[in-house]
């Protein structure tokens, strides 16, 4: 195995243990992650279709169809008539939404700065160097 290969897979261990974590810590009032990850698509993106949303998060249209009738029940999203053709329903954000999108954010955020506040400083800078090569990384998938 290779040294690329091996840190590969320690990234792809840490990342999935931290995604994990978070994931083990729900917070109340904050849409769920499938959730979030809906909205943000259709912050990033703009207007969607059920499908499109589906095809982007690589599951079926029948789960994002599930999660987007939780989020149109608690007001986060809206459907309406595609302009360009009447027949499809395309999916926005309300702006309830756009705040769901900011306070789960914030609220992550804080939980995040709190244990990297338990760090000491070395870690707490390594990880200050690294974020914006994850995210090039990330991007690169």
Same mark, same amino acid.
């Given at each position: 195995?290779?040294?690329?290969? *091996? ?8 990342? @999935? ?14 849409? @769920? ?15 969607? *279709? ?16 599930? *999660?987007?009738? @939780?989020?149109?029940? =608690? ?5 309406? &008539?595609? &302009? ?9 954000? *309300? ?40 995210? =090039? ?5």
């Amino acid at each position: 195995m290779s040294d690329l290969e *091996t840190l590969a897979g320690e990234l792809a261990m840490a990342v @999935s243990l931290l995604r994990r974590r978070l994931q083990q810590h729900p917070l109340p009032g904050v849409p @769920s992650i499938p959730e979030v990850s809906a909205l943000v698509r259709l912050l990033r993106g703009g207007p969607a *279709t059920n499908s499109e949303l589906a095809r982007a998060e690589q599951i079926s249209p029948q789960s994002m169809n599930a *999660t987007l009738a @939780s989020l149109e029940a =608690k007001g986060l999203i809206e459907r309406s &008539a595609d &302009a360009a053709d009447r027949r499809r329903v395309v999916l926005s954000l *309300t702006q309830e939404g756009r705040d769901a999108v900011g306070h789960k954010r914030a609220v992550r955020a804080r939980q995040i700065a709190d244990a990297l506040a338990r760090l000491d400083a070395d870690d707490v800078a390594a990880l200050r160097a690294a974020a914006p090569v994850i995210d =090039k990384l990330a991007r690169e998938l």
